[in-house]
C-alpha cells in the first residue's frame, strides 16, 4: 500500500525499534493505554517516550469492558494522560467470553470523551458494531472518525460511515499486506487513505 502507515502496538510486541519504524515509513503509533477499570499496559508510558523521541505520531486507545463508561473513561484519561497532540480512541471490540462494552456504553464513554478533551476520539470496531448494527446507521457512532478492523483485501465498512478514517488490514499473520514492518515484525498495520502530511494535520482532530 503506498498511503501512510500506522501501526498499533500493546505489551504484546515484545520488542519494538521507533527509530527503525520510522525509517520503514511508519508514520504514526497507536499503543494500548487501559482496559476496563483497572488494567494499564505496562509498556505505555516508555514507549510514548521513544516514539515521540523518534519523530512518530503519538495515540493512545482504551480496550473496552462491559463495566461503568464513565469510571473506564476517568481511568483512561488518568493513564494515558493524553496531550493535545494525541490521537485518542476507543477499541469497540468483542472482549470474550461475556464482556463486551453495549453500544450505549459506548456513546456514553464516547461522550464523556468529548466533554473532558474537548474533541472526539476515533472509534475502532470492525465486527462488534457490524453484529450490533446490520445494516442501521447510527448517526452518532458516524459522526467520530472510523478506525475499521477488517482483515481482507479491501475494507467493506459499516453503513453508519461513508468511508473510513484508518483501516487496520492486517493483524499481522492475515490480512492485505504488508503484514510485518522492520522494527517490530508482525504486527497490526494500518493504513490512511492520503500524505504523510494529510495525517499530520488530521492526527488528534
Sequence with gaps: ???????????????????KLKAAGVVGVIHKATQGTTYTDPMFASRRT????????????????????????????????????????LDFEPN????????????????????????RAVLYTGSLVRDLLGTQVDSYLGQHRLWWAQYANAAVIQASWTKYWLWQHSDGFHGAPPLSVDGVGPCDCDTYDGTPAQLRAEWAS
Design 1 to 19: 500500500m503506498a498511503n501512510a502507515m500506522v501501526i498499533d502496538l500493546s505489551h504484546h510486541n515484545a520488542s519494538v525499534d521507533f527509530v
Design 50 to 89: 521513544q516514539a515521540q523521541a523518534a519523530g512518530l505520531l503519538w495515540g493512545a486507545y482504551h480496550f473496552a469492558s462491559n463495566e461503568d463508561p464513565v469510571a473506564q473513561e476517568n481511568y483512561f484519561l488518568s493513564k494515558a494522560e493524553p496531550a493535545r497532540g494525541d490521537l485518542v480512541a
Design 96 to 119: 470474550l467470553p461475556n464482556s463486551s462494552m453495549s453500544l450505549g456504553q459506548a456513546k456514553a464513554y464516547l461522550q464523556r470523551i468529548e466533554a473532558d478533551l474537548g474533541r
